[in-house]
């Protein structure tokens, strides 16, 4: 239980509880362990003796000692499950918490589906262990309480467990050992099956316009199956445990009788004292298969734990330098210095190679080129989403390295090209990242980024709702609601990466026209596809392969960018550059 010990200082603010419940526990056990001698006492000198009255009497205090450990019982469980409901949230919110904390890279190595299992089956499991370890304290308390009676009882009766506990503490040993592996690939394989299902339904409507449910359902059925016969093997080596106990146990209670019946016919044994020492083989054998269950959840739980401190442990590979920069206002100076940079840092192939260009403060540079030119990899490390491998991004001179990051991203503005609505309102996810904004301030914004009009065309307005992933809105109306929140915000840097990709030209040119007003006060970097999205720009990069081949505006490139040309002069063919953005 290694990694499950380090969970369980979430249960240090429930200590009073978690004291409470095996203390609880220890009262219904030791109410249990005084019935059988109760019985002892009935049938050795009431019955025996033909005296009603200790019968009578010793039948009312196993009433009254039942109605105690009844009492006990409840009480253990009560406060179990106020730890172990308290233990879970606290997991799964410091999960959530290191979730939100890590960088890009780090997301991208723990896939989705694996994240979503971690924070949901993965804490359920361990749960369920914390539940099981408070609750079932009853079974070792009751094991070893039971072996001390019988022995009390018995000693001549108590050499039978010298045989038995061994046998079954070694079949034991071997379960538990064949177990975790096996649980530990049923939860690697749940996760598979979680990828899936948010891959599938994520992109539900790209297979029913390619038809291609049947293929979903059989890649689905695989993944479904192979999670089930994982399972199937795990859960068979474990029940492999039940028939093993059951049959010790028989063969323990008849070794019990035949030696015991023995021993009243010499009269070195009573009646009473034999069932009593019976019941006690059975309790101990019985808490003893408890145990056994117990062991079989740690075994489940310790896979699980070890998946969640793989989550709790990383480190962001963005993280903020000692004395970063907690009060920042900047012009927007964005300046690259030779930079270079890898999704899999020094050691893989870099993506950008030497990238160097300056965008002075209300200055709107745009980057264009072929996809994979590298485009989107420069716009995200201004924000930070990656650290450079080599070189530098700096705002205002001020290194990004050294700015703190919740700073930094007040300071940098971003709208995608796929734009990533929340559950809730139209006005709630144009002011996400200004959540104080006033609703004048809401619609200008909405304004300059040309939603205005086909958001007061929805019958509720800007209360109207918003389904998963903005369902309910076409893929330019999604996209000017994004530009809309980036605008709310005011920051200093706007990126636009492809952002009006599913916007029509005449929209764009109005859209264009708004955002040059407003970014006399901010630095924008425009990423695109289109040439009409950049002829205004202050500064055209074009970039081929990770690096910069030219550098200019609209007109100057037309003469010295053979690639340029080439890319103006499709898109002229195409239809794509419009008069409108002209």
Not at 123 to 133: A, D, K, T
Request: aromatic share 6%; glycine share 8%; net charge neutral.
């Amino acid at each position: 239980m290694h990694e499950t010990r380090k969970l369980l200082v979430f249960l240090k603010p429930y200590l009073f509880w978690s004291i409470m419940a095996p203390l609880m526990m220890v009262l219904e056990v030791s109410m249990d362990l005084l019935q059988p001698l109760l019985i002892q006492h009935i049938i050795d000198q009431g019955v025996l003796r033909s005296d009603l009255n200790v019968v009578v009497t010793t039948g009312l205090i196993m009433g009254g000692v039942a109605l105690v450990g009844l009492l006990g019982g409840m009480g253990c469980t009560i406060f179990a499950i106020t730890v172990g409901q308290n233990f879970a949230a606290d997991l799964r919110k410091t999960l959530f918490r290191k979730v939100q904390s890590l960088s890009f890279g780090n997301l991208d190595r723990l896939e989705t589906g694996s994240l979503i299992t971690r924070l949901t089956n993965d804490v359920s499991q361990v749960q369920e262990l914390v539940l099981m370890i408070l609750r079932m304290i009853r079974s070792p308390l009751l094991l070893f309480g039971s072996l001390i009676m019988a022995i009390l009882t018995s000693p001549q009766l108590a050499v039978l467990f010298i045989g038995l506990l061994p046998l079954l503490g070694g079949a034991l040993f071997i379960i538990i050992r064949k177990t975790y592996p096996l649980f530990s690939e049923v939860q690697k394989r749940l996760d598979g099956l979680n990828t899936v299902m948010q891959e599938n339904l994520a992109g539900v409507r790209v297979v029913k316009a390619f038809a291609r449910a049947k293929h979903e359902i059989s890649r689905f059925g695989r993944v479904n199956e192979g999670l089930m016969r994982k399972n199937t093997t795990a859960v068979r080596v474990g029940a492999i445990t039940m028939p093993f106990m059951m049959l010790v146990l028989n063969a323990g209670v008849i070794a019990a009788l035949w030696i015991g019946g023995n021993a009243v016919k010499s009269g070195s044994l009573q009646i009473g004292q034999l069932v009593a020492f019976i019941n006690y083989l059975t309790q101990a054998l019985m808490a003893l298969l408890m145990v056994s269950t117990l062991i079989m959840r740690v075994s489940r739980a310790e896979a699980s734990a070890e998946r969640i401190q793989e989550v709790l442990q990383v480190e962001p590979d963005v993280q903020d330098r000692p004395g970063a920069l907690t009060t920042f206002e900047p012009k927007g100076r964005v300046a690259f210095e030779d930079v270079t940079f890898s999704y899999k840092g020094a050691e893989g192939d870099p993506v950008l190679k030497g990238i160097s260009f300056v965008a002075e403060p209300g200055q709107t540079v745009a980057l264009l080129g072929a996809t994979g030119a590298g485009k989107s990899s420069v716009v995200s490390l201004v924000p930070r989403f990656y650290d450079v491998s080599g070189g530098r991004v700096t705002i205002d001179g001020v290194d990004v390295r050294d700015i703190d990051q919740t700073v930094l991203h007040k300071t940098v503005g971003m709208a995608l090209q796929e734009s990533v609505l929340f559950s809730g309102t139209i006005r709630d996810n144009i002011r996400y990242g200004q959540p104080a904004a006033t609703e004048t301030e809401v619609i200008e914004a909405a304004k300059m980024a040309q939603a205005h009009d086909f958001i007061s065309g929805f019958p509720d307005g800007y209360d109207t709702n918003i389904g998963q992933r903005g369902v309910n809105l076409s893929g330019g109306q999604k996209q000017r609601i994004a530009i809309a929140r980036a605008l709310l915000a005011e920051p200093a840097v706007l990126i636009l990466d492809d952002s009006t990709s599913a916007v029509d030209v005449a929209t764009e040119a109005r859209i264009q026209v708004a955002l040059a007003a407003q970014n006399r006060k901010k630095t924008c970097l425009v990423v695109a596809q289109r040439i009409s999205t950049v002829l205004k720009a202050d500064k055209i990069l074009v970039l081929d392969d990770g690096k910069i081949v030219a550098e200019g505006t609209h007109a100057e490139l037309l003469q010295t960018s053979p690639i340029y040309q080439e890319i103006y002069a499709s898109q002229v063919e195409q239809g794509v550059v419009g008069h409108g953005a002209i």
